[in-house]
Each structure stands twice: as structure tokens, then as C-alpha cells.
């Protein structure tokens, strides 16, 4: 059975503070991993889908890599507009069965 | 190009009841899937549809269903509704059955009684 797990369950930064929030994963047969930004009260938004080890992503202040156990999210002088949760998600098989991690609530103060 | 839509957006109802959530995908998306978010359980997979059939189930009860019709919009039905139901249920478009982009609408806010 696919497991996701993220890591810290909430993270705290300053303005301008650069930091990484981690996704580990157990799967069989990785299909891709998935990034989506949460805003309270929204459906999550698409930031990025990853197939392979060594792969990189990346969107604004967002970096995303993928390794054979875990992905991370990097955030490079984050803004108080990227607060938010920050979803992960495997997908094992082709279709659009998406596994979640409980995902990590950002508050980035200004 | 307007995104994934979901209708009604909040509805309160009493347990017993049944429900009919409606999604519309984006244009030209064939596949489309549903989840439900609680506090509790996080993101969880309810089922998937593409070209009318249903491809995939997740763990819940008969009581939930759903359908698809030919021009890709989909339902999803809760039966005899329990407290436990209480969820926001979003709907996800894909434009293919491979899923490579998944993009979700602003979900049914879902309170029982």
C-alpha cells in the first residue's frame, strides 16, 4: 500500500527566509509524485509533477526534486502570499488515483 | 480557460438524506476523479471515470457513487447520509486516462445534520 508522509506537519519563516519541506514515499512503482498548494477554505493547485529520481521542477520562489525515497519542496526567499499547506501525492499506477501525504501548513511573516 | 467547476458549493443536510454533487472538468479533460478532505483523514481517493467508466475505486462504502456522462461532466451520489460525511468533496480533471496533470476545482463544502 502507498504511504506518504511530510515533514514538518507546520513550519514557521520570516520574510526572506529560504527553506525545504520534505515528502517520503513507499511505492511500488512510481507513476509520479505531485506537488499542490492548498489556500484555506480552496481545492488544492497544481505546482508539479515529478516521474523520476533526479529530476527537477521549478516555479517562482519553488523548487521541486525527486529522489528514489523522497521529494522536496524548496522555497527560496519565501513571501507571506506563499503561506499556505503544501500537498503531496503519489500515483502508483496510470489514471489519476492520487495518494496524499497530510501535508505541511507554511506561515511565512513579514 | 475556466477551470474545474463544482456545484453547489455549500450544502447543509440532515442525516438520512442523500446527496448529488456535480462537477464540470475542464474543456477537453476526459477523466475525471473525486476526493473527499476531512480534518481527520486528509485527502482520500473515492473514484475515478474516464469515458463514462468507472477505472478505479477507493475504500468507502457502497453508499457512495458516482457517473459520468458523455460529455465528460460527472456526479457523485452519497446515500443515506451519516455525520461522518460532513466533507469538503473535490472533483480533479486530467486530460487523458495517464494523469500526468491533475487539477482540482474549489470542492462542495458538505455538512450533515
Not at chain 2, 460525511?85 to 445534520?113: H, K, Q, R
Request: hydrophobic letters at 30%.
Amino acid at each position: 500500500e502507498d504511504q506518504v508522509t511530510q515533514s514538518p506537519e507546520a513550519l514557521r519563516l520570516q520574510e526572506g527566509e529560504s527553506s525545504s519541506l520534505n515528502c517520503s514515499y513507499t511505492v511500488s512503482g512510481l507513476r509520479g509524485l505531485f506537488w499542490y498548494r492548498q489556500d484555506p477554505g480552496k481545492g488544492p493547485e497544481f505546482l508539479f509533477t515529478l516521474y523520476s529520481a533526479g529530476e527537477e521542477k521549478e516555479k517562482e520562489r519553488l523548487k521541486a526534486t525527486l529522489t528514489k525515497k523522497e521529494s522536496f519542496l524548496h522555497i527560496t526567499a519565501p513571501k507571506p502570499e506563499d503561506s499556505a499547506t503544501y500537498l503531496c501525492a503519489v500515483k502508483e499506477t496510470s489514471g489519476s488515483r492520487l495518494t496524499f501525504g497530510e501535508g505541511t501548513q507554511l506561515t511565512v511573516n513579514p | 480557460k475556466a477551470g474545474v467547476t463544482q456545484t453547489p458549493r455549500y450544502l447543509i443536510k440532515t442525516r438520512g438524506q442523500q446527496v448529488t454533487l456535480s462537477c464540470s472538468p475542464i474543456s477537453g479533460h476526459r477523466s475525471v476523479s473525486w476526493y473527499q478532505q476531512t480534518p481527520g483523514q486528509g485527502l482520500q481517493f473515492l473514484f475515478e471515470y474516464f469515458s463514462e467508466t468507472q477505472r478505479n475505486k477507493g475504500n468507502f462504502p457502497g453508499r457512495f457513487s458516482g457517473r459520468q456522462f458523455s460529455n465528460s461532466r460527472s456526479e457523485m451520489n452519497v446515500s443515506t447520509l451519516e455525520l461522518g460525511d460532513s466533507a469538503l468533496y473535490l472533483c480533479a480533471s486530467t486530460p487523458g486516462y495517464w494523469g500526468n496533470t491533475i487539477y482540482f476545482g474549489e470542492g462542495s463544502w458538505l455538512t450533515v445534520v
